[in-house]
């Protein structure tokens, strides 16, 4: 079965330090992948894609993240967090031919301390 | 991208009781779908909804619960029936602008409590 397996439901680290939060999915012929952002009480921000091309995608509020696809990979990166990137991160996933919907891991909270 | 808005934004119903959830798009699009989010989760696909047609549903949800409809390519409604408890979620409009972008833009979601 098509699934996203996020590795860590939280992650605590402190202000300007380095994170990755780490998300891998079911291998497949063909896929597009994608990281959100939930704040407190809000929906979806897209912040980043993967279609094709360059393996290193750069997306908003410095977040990048590579594709592997040997390793079935797609984590998320930033150098230096931000008190203000404390939010959910959920990694998606669409299947070539399946109708454009998304499989969604169930999402890293991602905590920044002062 | 696209400016979706949803309504209402949150409600609290009686359990046996239906709501209506609208989702307006600010331009035409292609897609639209609605998801579920169930407090502490993550986001699960209810169903595709096609313009002029039914909806498309996925293992899990039928359309006696959560009939869905989208009369043009800027607006769907997503109906809860007969609502319980376990109903209580949060649950998002989302739109793909064509049939190649892959990527969906979401709505601010509606927050459902069933009491």
């Known amino acids: 079965a098509q699934s996203v397996t996020q590795l860590d439901s939280q992650v605590p680290v402190f202000e300007e330090a380095p994170v990755e939060l780490r998300c891998n999915y079911s291998?497949?012929?063909?896929?597009?992948l994608f990281w959100y952002v939930q704040y407190p009480n809000q929906g979806l921000q897209l912040l980043l894609k993967?279609?094709?091309?360059?393996?290193l995608v750069k997306g908003i509020n410095g977040f990048e993240a590579e594709f592997n696809k040997s390793q079935t990979s797609f984590h998320l990166r930033k150098p230096s967090v931000h008190i203000s990137d404390t939010a959910e991160y959920f990694c998606?996933?669409?299947?070539?031919?399946?109708?454009?919907?998304?499989?969604f891991g169930q999402g890293t909270e991602l905590s920044v301390k002062p | 991208s696209a400016v979706i808005s949803q309504k209402p934004s949150r409600d609290i119903c009686q359990r046996g009781t239906s709501l209506t959830i609208q989702c307006q798009v600010d331009?035409?699009?292609?897609?639209m779908f609605w998801y579920r989010q169930q407090p502490g989760q993550s986001l699960t696909l209810i169903a595709t909804?096609?313009?002029?047609?039914?909806?498309?549903?996925e293992s899990g949800f039928v359309i006696d619960k959560f009939p869905i409809s989208r009369p043009n390519l800027t607006f769907s409604t997503l109906t809860v029936s007969n609502m319980s408890p376990e109903d209580s979620s949060i649950y998002l409009c989302?739109?793909?602008?064509?049939?190649?972008?892959?990527?969906?833009?979401f709505g601010p979601g509606t927050r459902l409590t069933v009491t």
């Open positions: 989302s739109v793909a602008m064509d049939w190649f972008s892959y990527e969906q833009y």
């Open positions: 291998s497949s012929v063909s896929v597009y």
């Open positions: 993967y279609l094709s091309g360059s393996t």
């Open positions: 998606a996933v669409s299947y070539y031919n399946q109708g454009g919907k998304l499989i």
């Open positions: 331009s035409q699009v292609t897609m």
């Open positions: 909804a096609n313009q002029g047609s039914e909806a498309t549903y």
